[in-house]
């Protein structure tokens, strides 16, 4: 087993060419294009409102969902709804769509989160 492993790395090694200093360097025959372009200017957050639509058609007779875009919440509706004399409850499909205008992001520097103990 040991022999058979042996020959075979000798074998192999004898197969690849040696590196060695004569060997030439490989050179890239590929020409590099380079252009000049102007910066662009930064992205401009939109003030324009956007709008989410919620649609659930649920099975549930309890509960409530709660969506949020960030810390805006955009839909609250119950499941389910009462209906006839004895007040069951049934489940209810839910189509809400909310306009909400985004907000810029703050940068929390300075010494308002410097907290003395």
Same mark, same amino acid.
Request: hydrophobic share 30%.
């Given at each position: ?11 192999n ?8 200093a ?12 380079t252009t000049? *372009? ?13 709008s ?5 058609n ?7 969902i ?6 805006d919440?955009?839909a609250r509706?119950?499941l389910w ?13 839910i189509?809400?769509?909310?306009e909400f ?11 308002s989160?410097? *907290?003395?103990?």
């Amino acid at each position: 087993m040991k022999s058979e492993r042996a020959a075979r790395q000798a074998k192999n090694a004898s197969e690849r060419p040696a590196l060695t200093a004569s060997t030439p360097a490989l050179t890239s025959t590929r020409t590099l294009n380079t252009t000049t *372009r102007t910066p662009q200017p930064a992205s401009q957050a939109s003030s324009a409102p956007a709008s989410l639509t919620t649609i659930v058609n649920s099975t549930a007779t309890d509960g409530y969902i709660v969506v949020k875009a960030g810390a805006d919440e955009v839909a609250r509706e119950n499941l389910w709804t009462t209906r006839g004399f004895f007040r069951t409850r049934a489940a209810k499909p839910i189509n809400v769509t909310k306009e909400f205008r985004p907000r810029m992001p703050t940068s929390n520097s300075g010494s308002s989160s410097n *907290r003395s103990a």
